[in-house]
């Protein structure tokens, strides 16, 4: 079976899971208090930084900080999950299909989840962003190929962090674990972005740059910014080790 | 409620507080080899360590504050014990009704002489458990910090005496509060995770509702009501009408969403 067909396949089991709709009521949550708060906006002098980027990234550090990680998770336990119910699993290990194939194929599901937030949210942005315009009579909407380049740095930063869920989800067969390691790691990344060795903890990457990008914007604010060095590597290294290591463990405890 | 070989039997009938005690043992044993416990355990020692590490690695910030040490303490680490504490909660009801959902698992129950609220009723009992042990490990963790580093300050560290019996009070009061705000976000999280079939919608809906508390602005009284933004309420340096309300609301919660789940098994056994 080529990956094109299995990446077909396995969005067709997904496609009554209402994980969208999930998805979407965060991302909906997310803008609904910056937009009854949006006159905030105009009183950040202190920080140097304009109404319209302070309604954009303000509302993408809440995101970035805790639900995207999050529903990150929630998606690893969609994919793994809905396989482990009825055996399901047992009958694709049966079929003449490679488990790495297999495996990357649902990794790939899982990117498509997150892009699929990061896409919401930025939908959801532009409607807030045009009820905020005509209420407070001031223009906050930002140009697209700004808000682009802003949301694919965001995504692309997230995927060492989804490759460590999967892992995770991949090789820790009670579910309560994956679970909670994955959601336990998420609470301390904002303790480890104060911290010189941010680059070793893959949950604070999204955070952190959406953290750099809004001390970019704030002209009298000095944040910490991406050093490429140390963190491109690592970052590297760090996707590829959980990648390669939940292909090796996948269905290994099926077929025992 | 013993057959004849002298074993507890494994049905409990319906009646009254054997059948409540026989409910929680039932449930003990379901989660027996699910990795419950060392979860809650390990996601304990977690929040434990969070006050001792933030006071390891600059407690320069916290010594000189006003305030007892609790206060002090509480202020500095409780938003992410909190976060760490409902996070864990949600997760574990996710579970606990998941091994049910597998398999038609409460079908089986359903076919029991035992009523269906007994099982709910058995695994937020379970539960409570559980948070009374995170909630003192947490204890611990902020008396270990408020000895070891507010030795001499007033109202930390003194073991003996006047300030000791203050000190005790204070502590068994924060955490008794931090125990009974938890429980509506407790049984709201189960109410989630026994409509929901499947276990990732149910932890979907768990964690956009934590997100939305941490979302919700704190400045406003009904919006804090709001069942997972409770926990992240701070009894320490709270007056004592605000204590007494926020007891209130909890209290009404708990009863109101109790009730709901009544409703709820009417409904489900209705159309199922």
């Known amino acids: 079976m080529n990956f094109l067909p299995l990446l077909g396949v396995e969005f067709q089991k997904i496609r009554r899971s209402g994980i969208f709709i999930i998805l979407f009521a965060s991302t909906v949550i997310l803008w609904i208090p910056s937009i009854v708060n949006s006159e905030s906006n105009f009183y950040m002098q202190a920080e140097g930084v304009s109404p319209e980027h302070n309604f954009f990234i303000q509302g993408f550090m809440a995101m970035s900080w805790f639900m995207f990680p999050a529903s990150m998770v929630v998606g690893t336990v969609l994919v793994s999950q809905t396989e482990r119910m009825n055996k399901g699993i047992l009958k694709m290990l049966a079929l003449p299909v490679g488990t790495v194939r297999l495996c990357l194929a649902k990794f790939v599901v899982l990117l498509v989840l997150s892009a699929a937030q990061v896409l919401m949210m930025t939908g959801m942005y532009y409607i807030g962003a045009a009820i905020c315009s005509v209420t407070r009579d001031y223009d906050f909407i930002l140009p697209p190929l700004f808000v682009m380049g802003k949301i694919s740095i965001l995504f692309l930063s997230a995927i060492p962090m989804l490759s460590f869920f999967w892992m995770l989800s991949v090789c820790i067969q009670t579910p309560i674990f994956s679970i909670g390691i994955g959601l336990a790691s998420i609470v301390p990344s904002v303790l480890v972005i104060n911290t010189k060795i941010w680059f070793a903890y893959p949950m604070s990457y999204s955070f952190f740059v959406i953290v750099a990008e809004y001390g970019k914007l704030a002209t009298n604010l000095d944040t910490a910014q991406v050093e490429f060095v140390p963190w491109i590597p690592v970052a590297v290294v760090i996707s590829m080790t959980c990648l390669c290591v939940s292909c090796l463990c996948f269905g290994r405890a099926e077929r025992r | ?272």
């Not at chain 2, 040490?69 to 202020?75: H, K, N, R, V």
């Not at chain 2, 864990?88 to 398999?103: I, Q």
């Not at chain 2, 979907?204 to 009904?222: Q, W």
Request: glycine content about 12%.
């Open chain 2, 1 to 272: 409620m013993r057959t004849f070989s002298g074993r507890r039997s494994v049905l409990p009938k319906c009646n009254g507080v054997l059948s409540g005690c026989n409910g929680i043992l039932l449930e003990g044993r379901k989660i027996k080899r699910t990795g419950f416990f060392p979860a809650f355990f390990g996601g304990g020692i977690l929040a434990a360590a969070v006050p001792i590490v933030n006071m390891a690695v600059r407690s320069e910030m916290y010594l000189g504050l006003q305030g007892t040490a609790i206060q002090i303490l509480m202020d500095a680490n409780w938003q992410m014990m909190a976060m760490l504490n409902v996070l864990l909660v949600v997760s574990g009801a996710c579970l606990l009704y998941h091994v049910e959902h597998a398999d038609g698992g409460l079908q089986k129950m359903r076919s029991l002489p035992i009523r269906e609220g007994s099982v709910f009723f058995g695994k937020v009992a379970v539960m409570m458990l559980m948070c009374v042990l995170v909630l003192a490990m947490e204890a611990a963790s902020v008396s270990f910090c408020s000895w070891h580093w507010f030795k001499g300050q007033a109202g930390g560290g003194q073991w003996r005496g006047e300030g000791g019996n203050m000190f005790a009070i204070e502590l068994c009061k924060s955490f008794g509060y931090a125990f009974l705000l938890i429980l509506p976000c407790v049984v709201l999280s189960f109410l989630i995770a026994e409509a929901c079939k499947n276990m990732w919608v149910s932890l979907g809906i768990g964690v956009v509702c934590v997100f939305t508390a941490t979302m919700l602005p704190t400045s406003s009284f009904v919006l804090s009501l709001f069942p997972f933004a409770m926990p992240f309420q701070v009894f320490a340096g709270m007056e004592a009408a605000w204590v007494t309300r926020f007891a209130c609301a909890a209290v009404v919660e708990i009863v109101v969403l109790g009730g709901v789940e009544r409703l709820v098994v009417r409904g489900k056994g209705a159309f199922e």
